[in-house]
């Protein structure tokens, strides 16, 4: 088991940068 700590965007894609980025955290 680890955490996994990935940026993503709102929106789904990292071309849109009005988008204000956020931070996902996923346990496995």
Do not use: A, H, K, W
Not at 6 to 24: A, K, M, Q
């Amino acid at each position: 088991m680890g955490v996994i700590v990935t940026n993503e965007f709102r929106n789904g894609s990292r071309l849109e940068l009005d988008n204000e980025p956020y931070i996902i955290v996923e346990f496995q």
